[in-house]
């Protein structure tokens, strides 16, 4: 599956939480546990998902844009995320 993202968003994530959105290539995505975003309106569809990558959980923020996942969000899952995950699964 196609990833995009915003270039100027991945380096805020960067910043804000040290994971490149790039990461988000490595994503499963039949794999991704999610949940529609209903925090606020965003003018489109989001989810929040948790996948694996590699040995570690991480919490994505995305949209699907035709056949394309577009990623808004990616870091790592804090520990009450990752207990909830494990809990689900």
């Not at 040290?18 to 489109?44: C, F, H, N």
């Not at 994505?60 to 207990?83: C, G, P, W, Y």
Request: with cysteine; glycine share 4%; aromatic share 8%.
């Amino acid at each position: 599956m196609e990833i995009t993202f915003d270039p100027v968003k991945d380096k805020s994530n960067q910043r804000k939480h040290g994971v490149s959105l790039s990461l988000a290539q490595e994503i499963d995505w039949p794999e991704v546990m999610a949940k529609p975003d209903t925090r606020q309106d965003y003018g489109e569809v989001r989810e929040i998902g948790y996948a694996v990558i590699g040995d570690r959980l991480y919490c994505v923020v995305f949209t699907q844009r035709a056949d394309k996942m577009h990623v808004i969000s990616l870091r790592k899952a804090n520990s009450r995320e990752v207990r909830n995950y494990v809990e689900q699964t």
